[in-house]
């Protein structure tokens, strides 16, 4: 499994930025896929979630402005984020847990199921 994120950027708060994170082969058929974020200071935090039955699930603190989606024909998983704030920044990390089924459990699931990670990309907010 490999993932490779794109689409950070430097934007103003209130901005908007699409990240893209392309997987190798049938990853996101098989897999419950996640975007997390890690911060100068904070512990990694998972930011949303998606399985292969289209269920998705979002941390309160970007509830309402993200949103993540995948395209199976192009092998990629999206996250698009709105009225973006200071608070967001961070390195932003797409992860693929192939060995559930494709299911993803909101509650339980913790960054040490995702045994698969891009590199991640930087998105910066200034306010």
């Known amino acids: 499994v490999q993932l490779m994120e794109s689409g950070g950027g430097s934007v103003q708060s209130g901005g908007s930025l699409r990240l893209s994170c392309v997987a190798s082969g049938d990853t996101l058929s098989k897999s419950c896929m996640g975007w997390f974020r890690r911060s100068p200071g904070k512990e990694r935090e998972w930011v949303a979630g998606?399985?292969?039955?289209?269920?998705?699930d979002y941390a309160d603190s970007v509830r309402g402005r993200f949103t993540i989606s995948q395209d199976n024909a192009k092998n990629t998983l999206y996250l698009q984020m709105i009225s973006l704030k200071p608070d967001d920044t961070a390195r932003y990390y797409c992860?693929?847990?192939?060995?559930?089924?494709?299911?993803?459990?909101?509650?339980?699931?913790?960054?040490?199921?995702?045994?698969?990670w891009g590199q991640g990309t930087q998105v910066t907010v200034s306010s």
């Open positions: 998606l399985s292969i039955d289209g269920k998705t």
């Open positions: 992860a693929a847990d192939p060995y559930s089924g494709g299911m993803c459990d909101f509650v339980y699931d913790t960054a040490d199921d995702f045994g698969h």
